[in-house]
């Protein structure tokens, strides 16, 4: 599975992003879709998780809110609609996929189940 990000840029405080994330492969709707994304100098952290019926989602704290996980099955794709941007969400944003069969929230923000990544999109916000 080789995944597609896009979407990054270079925007102001407050405003709005969308990232996409394109996955060319049939079996797309059965995997668990996640963005993680990584700021200079800090680990790789959780942002959002979405299972392959869209039943369950989950989100970091600090994006609850303000970002919005979905997903196209029918056109492979992912979604991450980014509002009311800050300086801190400023980082290279990361889409993966796993073939996650549980809802549990332990797994489904946890890096390790993800087998596929893509190459990351850049953000950077500024004040």
């Keep these: 599975v080789q995944l597609q990000a896009s979407g990054g840029g270079l ?9 996409s994330c394109t ?8 995997y668990a879709m996640t963005w993680f994304r990584q700021a200079p100098g800090k680990e790789r952290e959780f942002v959002a998780a979405i299972t392959w019926t ?5 989100y970091a704290d600090s994006v609850e809110g303000r970002f919005t996980i979905f997903r196209d099955n029918g056109k492979n794709m992912v979604y991450l609609q980014m509002n009311s941007l800050k300086p801190e969400d400023t980082a290279v944003y990361y889409c993966a996929a796993g073939r996650i069969g549980t809802t549990d929230r ?4 946890s890096r390790v189940w993800y ?13």
């Design 23 to 30: 996955a060319p492969e049939r079996a797309f709707g059965t």
């Design 11 to 19: 925007v102001q405080a407050g405003a709005s992003l969308r990232l």
């Design 106 to 109: 332990r797994i489904l923000t």
């Design 54 to 58: 869209s039943g369950t989602i989950y």
């Design 115 to 127: 087998n596929y990544w893509g190459q990351g999109t850049l953000v950077t916000v500024s004040s």
